[in-house]
């Protein structure tokens, strides 16, 4: 079984830094994107970053120059260093990862983590 473990949220003040981890454990074959998501109370849920295998990079336009999504493949592990943080930015900060459980599998399925909360206060 797959499960993604995040941890690193919390409150700052506005024009701080936090630094999410997400680790990826259990048994699989391989994983291919990464991602971070958010969702903001009363709105729908939105892509943040993501890294693809081969180190591909994307970001939603308002976080670019402010966070960095990051990637261990040795620690099965993603990372998202946000800086100079916005009220705005405040959300529950969900890690994704497209995992292929084993060999034989059709395909990479995605899977999600328990959530982290940050908040930031202005």
């Known amino acids: 079984q797959v499960q993604l473990v995040e941890s690193g949220g919390g409150l700052v003040q506005a024009g701080g830094s936090l630094r999410l981890s997400c680790a990826v454990s259990g048994t699989f074959f391989d994983i291919d994107a990464m991602a971070w998501y958010r969702q903001a109370p009363g709105k729908q849920r939105e892509m943040v970053a993501t890294?693809?295998?081969?180190?591909?990079?994307n970001y939603k336009d308002s976080v670019k120059g402010r966070f960095t999504i990051a990637r261990d493949n040795a620690k099965n592990t993603v990372y998202l260093q946000m800086n100079s943080l916005k009220p705005e930015d405040t959300a529950v900060y969900y890690c994704n990862a497209e995992v292929k459980t084993t060999y034989y599998s059709g395909r990479y399925v995605p899977y999600w983590g328990q959530g982290t909360q940050v908040t930031v206060s202005s």
């Open positions: 890294a693809g295998s081969g180190g591909s990079t």
